[in-house]
């Protein structure tokens, strides 16, 4: 008998067994039977799939007998196992709790498999899915996923797995809240102040608040759930998430009052910089003056930022330019005087800090200007071979910016620095650059040198292209009338 026929002859009798079983259900499933076939899934091909059929059939009893054997199934085994129980998932806690078990594993595929099982297999499928919460392995999968399907009914198992020890710590579990929220109907802030009112742990409440930051339907709930927290919480972690939150939390005296405190009170800089953030997104931009001169750099400059534009600390700010220590405070503090055209000099003057950060954020901001202050600075870094390639590439941008037609001959150089096999990436990057700033000029002697370029031997294949691509749509100084 060839192996087609043999085939057959065991579909035919899966069919007549099964048949036959069905017309003696008054007796109920055979034990032995399903036993059987639980032993088979670990068998060839034909034999496997005949169990599966034997157990899909099975009830109650098959899916009790795999659960039982699940542990000695091999993959293979486990594998054709969930082929039964996603059928015997609907009916019988026994398939769950398998399906829990199997989304467990360690091999990706039945992980996978499992979980999408208990996904669509409605209602209970979605209590498997609960019990998986608190598991750190998968318990963020499984709560994407509940988020996703039953957002209603996720809300409350997501705000108890969270509330669990260690789930306030768990991104997974506060960005699937939010997700359920977020697709949830009417009755989610209900239910949510509704779980605030049972006095949940304030690390608990820290969590959820910033896991419903970004939703700005939310922004009161948010600031009710920090006011709460404010006053119970002592950790850095639950802090820091309360600052996080804080910025998208909606009118709060109590809310602005504790921001305000975080300013200067906490040892911690990174809680001191968050609070400069929060002020700031919350419309309290001022408070954050007194930042400028704190003794951890990153919070000078985060305020530095925060009051770009602040004519009260101007003066303040100019000063952290020029004499600051650190160059990332510098650099920020440069950036931040870009719309005040009395700070113009100092700006120019950062063009020859001593540091590539400060320099090439003083060009940025001269190239972003509606006049060319400071080309003759600016000029020079752009013809020094040896300046670093960030304040090479933001002088170029400036040649394009206000169209410096006598920027051409140190644009044909920062091209011929590519030029040698040994060329950096960087210098490959900004000699494509300078070629489209020349041919966005175009003026006489810029069209002159992209000919000459395009004649050049020693120009990398990767800067010949460069030459024949096209523009932008807006570039060209000439278009622009300048």
């Given at each position: 008998?060839?192996?087609?026929?043999?085939?057959?002859?065991?579909?035919?009798a899966?069919?007549l067994?099964?048949?036959?079983?069905?017309?003696g259900?008054?007796?109920?499933?055979?034990p032995?039977?399903?036993?059987?076939?639980?032993?088979?899934?670990?068998?060839?091909?034909?034999?496997a799939?005949?169990?599966?059929?034997?157990?899909?059939?099975g009830?109650?009893?098959?899916?009790e007998?795999i659960?039982?054997?699940?542990p000695?199934l091999?993959?293979?085994?486990?594998?054709?196992?969930?082929g039964?129980?996603?059928?015997?998932?609907?009916?019988h806690?026994?398939?769950i709790?398998?399906?829990v078990?199997a989304?467990r594993?360690?091999n990706?595929?039945?992980?996978?498999r499992?979980?999408?099982i208990?996904?669509?297999?409605?209602?209970?499928g979605r209590?498997g899915?609960?019990?998986?919460l608190?598991?750190?392995?998968v318990?963020d999968?499984?709560a994407?996923?509940?988020?996703?399907?039953?957002?209603?009914?996720?809300?409350?198992p997501?705000?108890?797995?969270?509330?669990?020890?260690?789930?306030?710590?768990?991104?997974?579990?506060r960005s699937?809240?939010?997700?359920?929220?977020q697709?949830?109907?009417?009755?989610a802030?209900r239910r949510?102040?509704?779980?605030?009112?049972?006095?949940?742990?304030?690390?608990?409440?820290a969590?959820v608040?910033?896991?419903?930051s970004?939703?700005d339907e939310?922004?009161?709930v948010?600031?009710?759930?920090?006011e709460y927290?404010?006053?119970?919480?002592?950790?850095?972690?639950d802090?820091?998430?309360l600052?996080q939150?804080?910025?998208?939390?909606?009118?709060s005296?109590?809310?602005?009052?504790?921001?305000r405190?975080q300013?200067?009170g906490?040892e911690?800089?990174?809680?001191?910089q968050?609070?400069?953030?929060?002020?700031?997104?919350?419309?309290?931009?001022?408070?954050?003056?007194?930042?400028?001169?704190?003794?951890?750099?990153?919070v000078r400059?985060?305020?530095?930022?925060?009051?770009?534009?602040?004519?009260d600390?101007l003066v303040?700010?100019?000063?952290?330019?020029?004499?600051d220590t650190?160059?990332?405070v510098?650099?920020?503090?440069?950036?931040s005087?870009?719309?005040?055209?009395?700070a113009i000099?100092?700006i120019?003057?950062s063009?020859?800090d001593?540091?590539?950060?400060?320099?090439a954020?003083?060009?940025?901001?001269?190239?972003?200007?509606?006049?060319?202050?400071?080309?003759?600075?600016?000029h020079?870094r752009?013809?020094a071979?040896?300046e670093?390639?960030?304040?090479?590439?933001?002088a170029?941008?400036?040649?394009v910016?206000?169209?410096r037609?006598?920027?051409?001959e140190?644009l044909?150089?920062?091209?011929?620095?590519a030029a040698?096999?040994?060329?950096?990436?960087?210098?490959?990057?900004?000699a494509?650059?300078a070629?489209?700033?020349?041919?966005?000029l175009?003026?006489?002697?810029?069209?002159a040198t992209v000919?000459?370029?395009r004649?050049t031997?020693?120009?990398?294949?990767?800067?010949k292209?460069?030459?024949?691509?096209?523009l932008?749509?807006?570039s060209?100084?000439?278009s622009a009338?300048?």
């Amino acid at each position: 008998m060839g192996t087609t026929d043999h085939r057959c002859a065991i579909a035919l009798a899966t069919f007549l067994s099964l048949t036959a079983w069905a017309g003696g259900a008054s007796a109920g499933p055979d034990p032995v039977r399903i036993v059987d076939a639980v032993g088979n899934l670990d068998a060839d091909h034909d034999q496997a799939l005949a169990a599966v059929h034997v157990l899909r059939a099975g009830g109650k009893r098959a899916a009790e007998q795999i659960r039982d054997a699940w542990p000695t199934l091999s993959l293979l085994g486990q594998t054709r196992a969930l082929g039964a129980l996603s059928g015997l998932a609907k009916d019988h806690d026994a398939a769950i709790d398998t399906l829990v078990d199997a989304s467990r594993s360690g091999n990706e595929e039945i992980q996978e498999r499992a979980l999408a099982i208990l996904r669509r297999t409605t209602p209970s499928g979605r209590d498997g899915l609960v019990a998986l919460l608190a598991d750190p392995a998968v318990g963020d999968r499984a709560a994407s996923l509940l988020a996703r399907t039953e957002p209603d009914f996720a809300i409350q198992p997501l705000l108890r797995a969270i509330a669990e020890p260690g789930g306030a710590d768990r991104p997974g579990l506060r960005s699937a809240l939010g997700t359920a929220v977020q697709r949830s109907g009417r009755s989610a802030k209900r239910r949510l102040r509704a779980w605030l009112v049972d006095g949940p742990p304030a690390a608990a409440v820290a969590s959820v608040a910033m896991g419903l930051s970004p939703l700005d339907e939310h922004s009161e709930v948010v600031a009710s759930f920090v006011e709460y927290a404010v006053a119970r919480s002592t950790d850095f972690a639950d802090k820091w998430r309360l600052l996080q939150s804080a910025g998208a939390a909606g009118a709060s005296d109590e809310v602005d009052r504790w921001v305000r405190s975080q300013l200067d009170g906490p040892e911690q800089w990174m809680l001191r910089q968050a609070a400069v953030d929060a002020a700031t997104a919350r419309g309290h931009r001022e408070d954050a003056r007194g930042s400028l001169s704190d003794p951890y750099p990153r919070v000078r400059a985060s305020a530095a930022t925060a009051l770009s534009g602040d004519p009260d600390s101007l003066v303040e700010r100019a000063t952290l330019a020029r004499r600051d220590t650190w160059p990332m405070v510098r650099a920020e503090a440069v950036a931040s005087l870009r719309t005040e055209a009395d700070a113009i000099p100092v700006i120019v003057a950062s063009v020859d800090d001593s540091m590539s950060l400060v320099r090439a954020a003083a060009i940025r901001v001269l190239a972003d200007s509606s006049h060319d202050q400071g080309w003759d600075r600016v000029h020079q870094r752009l013809r020094a071979r040896n300046e670093w390639p960030p304040v090479t590439a933001a002088a170029i941008d400036y040649v394009v910016a206000h169209c410096r037609t006598d920027g051409v001959e140190a644009l044909f150089r920062v091209v011929m620095r590519a030029a040698p096999s040994h060329a950096l990436t960087e210098d490959l990057n900004n000699a494509a650059r300078a070629i489209e700033a020349l041919r966005a000029l175009g003026s006489p002697e810029a069209k002159a040198t992209v000919e000459q370029l395009r004649r050049t031997e020693g120009v990398p294949p990767t800067l010949k292209m460069a030459l024949e691509q096209p523009l932008p749509g807006d570039s060209g100084c000439a278009s622009a009338g300048r």
